[in-house]
């Protein structure tokens, strides 16, 4: 990912997850990440869509994308 920042010249804040102290399991702890850091969406691989709960994102005012 920082190769890539920086062969992009992408400049922006980085947070580690363990600093906000996240709260919740798999896709709460998702959204739990998202609120603390200001977030409104989550994207992510198809992988993701068979455990990917994404009526849970829509009713927090979060929303979640799959792109594949």
Do not use: A
Not at 4 to 14: H, Q, R, S, V
Not at 43 to 65: I, P, V
């Amino acid at each position: 990912i920082e190769m890539l920042l920086e062969l992009f010249d992408i400049k922006i804040d980085k947070i580690f997850s363990s600093s906000i102290n996240p709260d919740g399991r798999k896709n709460e702890l998702l959204i739990d990440i998202l609120k603390k850091v200001g977030g409104i969406n989550y994207l992510s691989g198809t992988g993701s869509k068979s455990y990917m709960r994404t009526d849970l994102f829509e009713s927090d005012q979060q929303r979640s994308q799959v792109y594949g």
